[in-house]
T-cell receptor, first 112, second 116 residues
Framework: AQSVTQLGSHVSVSEGALVLLRCNYS??????LFWYVQYPNQGLQLLLKYTSAATLVKGINGFEAEFKKSETSFHLTKPSAHMSDAAEYFCAVSLSARQLTFGSGTQLTVLP | KAGVTQTPRYLIKTRGQQVTLSCSPI?????VSWYQQTPGQGLQFLFE???????NKGNFPGRFSGRQFSNSRSEMNVSTLELGDSALYLC???????????????FGPGTRLTVL
């Protein structure tokens, strides 16, 4: 069985501050991990994915995530938040691209 | 290249009715997956189709069904609608379904279903 836990359903940061969104996973085998973003009234957009090639994964819009097996974590970071980053972020785990198991999501608010 | 399209975008139905939602994948993508998104349960996997065959199914009652056509377009159907079926239904397509677990799923904008 596999599962994902996102710590913090709501995170607020000031514009220009570091963004850190937490994700821990549980999987019986090496997982594939994804971060998606969802803007209001839209579908999900892929930010980045981990497929065991490298533990530090760079994605779009300046986001990156580091896979830490010892901590079973895949936290998402961005050095400097922008107002346009305000959205809901979902971490997902998959043993197959055909079925994603999502975390409960983190709503990111960026304060001016 | 056009993205995943879903029709209709919004739908209002009453309890007991049935509904059909449509999804057109990205050109060349052969796998289509469906997800239900609700405030209470979050994002949950419904089922996945590849080459007109259902290959994977989530934990949903039999009222939820789907199919895929030879051009990879997919439809999902919900019969005997319940209030709890109100949700955003998301479709996602991926290039290849099968051996590669790294294939990315690309999501459509969703269909917002409201059951009154």
């Amino acid at each position: 069985a596999q599962s994902v836990t996102q710590l913090g359903s709501h995170v607020s940061v000031s514009e220009g501050a570091l963004v850190l969104l937490r994700c821990n996973y549980s999987s019986s085998v090496p997982p594939y991990l994804f971060w998606y973003v969802q803007y209001p009234n839209q579908g999900l957009q892929l930010l980045l994915k981990y497929t065991s090639a490298a533990t530090l994964v760079k994605g779009i819009n300046g986001f990156e995530a580091e896979f830490k097996k010892s901590e079973t974590s895949f936290h998402l970071t961005k050095p400097s938040a922008h107002m346009s980053d305000a959205a809901e972020y979902f971490c997902a785990v998959s043993l197959s691209a055909r079925q994603l198991t999502f975390g409960s999501g983190t709503q990111l608010t960026v304060l001016p | 290249k056009a993205g995943v399209t879903q029709t209709p975008r919004y739908l209002i139905k009453t309890r007991g009715q049935q509904v059909t939602l449509s999804c057109s994948p990205i050109s060349g993508h052969r796998s289509v997956s469906w997800y239900q998104q609700t405030p209470g349960q979050g994002l949950q996997f419904l089922f996945e189709y590849f080459s007109e065959t259902q290959r994977n199914k989530g934990n949903f009652p039999g009222r939820f069904s789907g199919r895929q056509f030879s051009n990879s377009r997919s439809e999902m159907n919900v019969s005997t609608l319940e209030l709890g079926d109100s949700a955003l239904y998301l479709c996602a397509s991926s290039l290849v379904s099968g051996l590669s677990s790294t294939d990315t799923q690309y999501f459509g904008p969703g269909t917002r279903l409201t059951v009154l």
